[in-house]
T-cell receptor
């Protein structure tokens, strides 16, 4: 098992550019989610999905889009990057069969200039 | 949303010491989890503990859901325990599930 894999690990964008953060998991988890972590703060939920074809908004969804066409993949799209989206992004999946344990990817460091 | 407050915000321990980290939350929750973020940024789940007490080696956690708090105990601390400890709560709403993280306790264990 590779667990939760995020790419890219580091990215610098110019304001207004678009990009997609990729997330894949090979554990057949139904629940996947995206968080952002800003300095001195905990993680904030951006979007989540309870299964293929189903997505929903978290606490801070503005400026981000998601889709879930397969169980394995949950990409996060920034349509028009803004400096306020400079952050570390974490993808996670959840295993409901073993006590709802959450598994995180290694993070993607995004800087918007 | 639900407010999650963790204390203390920062903690420095001598190796071998014990510590207690606290997580208070402002409303009833369906789930609670503790995470450790190591100095390289990696997040690891420590406990899924919506109520009761669990132990895993030198770590244990207790959640008293009726009083809206959870405690994480670290005994005989080691330098590898350094990092940030996060508490996260989950609430099921009619519009969907929401997760709320605290701002963390930054732990430094010195040899």
């Amino acid at each position: 098992n590779a667990g939760v894999t995020q790419t890219p690990k580091f990215q610098v964008l110019k304001t207004g550019q678009s990009m997609t953060l990729q997330c894949a998991q090979d554990m057949n988890h139904e629940y996947m989610s995206w968080y952002r972590q800003d300095p001195g703060m905990g993680l904030r939920l951006i979007h989540y999905s309870v299964g293929a074809g189903i997505t929903d908004q978290g606490e801070v969804p503005n400026g981000y889009n998601v889709s879930r066409s397969t169980t394995e993949d949950f990409p996060l799209r920034l349509l028009s990057a803004a400096p306020s989206q400079t952050s570390v992004y974490f993808c996670a999946s959840r295993d409901k069969t073993s006590g709802n344990t959450i598994y995180f990817g290694e993070g993607s460091w995004l800087t918007v200039v | 949303g639900i407010q999650v407050e963790q204390s203390p915000p920062d903690l420095i321990l001598q190796e071998g010491a014990n510590s207690t980290l606290r997580c208070n939350f402002s409303d009833s929750v369906n789930n609670l989890q503790w995470f450790h973020q190591n100095p390289w940024g990696q997040l690891i789940n420590l406990f899924y503990i919506p109520s009761g007490t669990k132990q895993n080696g030198r770590l244990s956690a207790t959640t008293v859901a009726t009083e809206r708090y959870s405690l994480l105990y670290i005994s005989s601390s080691q330098t590898t325990d350094s990092g940030v400890y996060f508490c996260a709560v989950e609430r099921y709403f009619s519009t969907g599930n929401q997760f709320y993280f605290g701002t963390g306790t930054s732990l430094t264990v010195i040899p």
